[in-house]
């Protein structure tokens, strides 16, 4: 995927991950995406390791990146929550 695809379904997760995981309001949508940046390299890193077979997870815009992108957005949220000490209190889902 071309860096550009990065930063555009990084965005998309960071933005939607901050709707997901409550408890860091702190951050800002800034953070949110920057966040979902690096989300999505964790997220396209692991789909690429532990699923099977030829699937199409990493490359191009489309809702199976933005979902494996979201998924480590809010992997990568998670845990920077838990490196910072707050806790996921709030009304979000998880």
């Known amino acids: 995927m071309g860096i550009i695809s990065w930063l555009v379904v990084g965005a998309i997760a960071g933005y939607l991950a901050g ?3 409550k408890g860091d309001e702190s951050m800002g949508v800034i953070g949110h995406i920057v966040l ?3 989300g999505a390299l964790v997220g396209g ?3 690429g390791v532990l699923l ?3 699937g ?3 490359s191009g815009i489309n809702p199976t990146t933005i979902v494996t992108a979201v ?3 809010i992997v990568v949220v998670v845990g ?3 490196l910072r000490g707050r806790s996921r209190t709030g ?3 998880i």
């Open 45 to 47: 890193f692991l789909a």
């Open 52 to 54: 099977p077979g030829s």
């Open 91 to 93: 009304r979000g889902a």
């Open 36 to 38: 979902g940046i690096v």
């Open 56 to 58: 199409d997870y990493i």
């Open 71 to 73: 998924i480590g957005a």
């Open 80 to 82: 920077w929550n838990a």
């Open 19 to 21: 709707f997901l995981v």
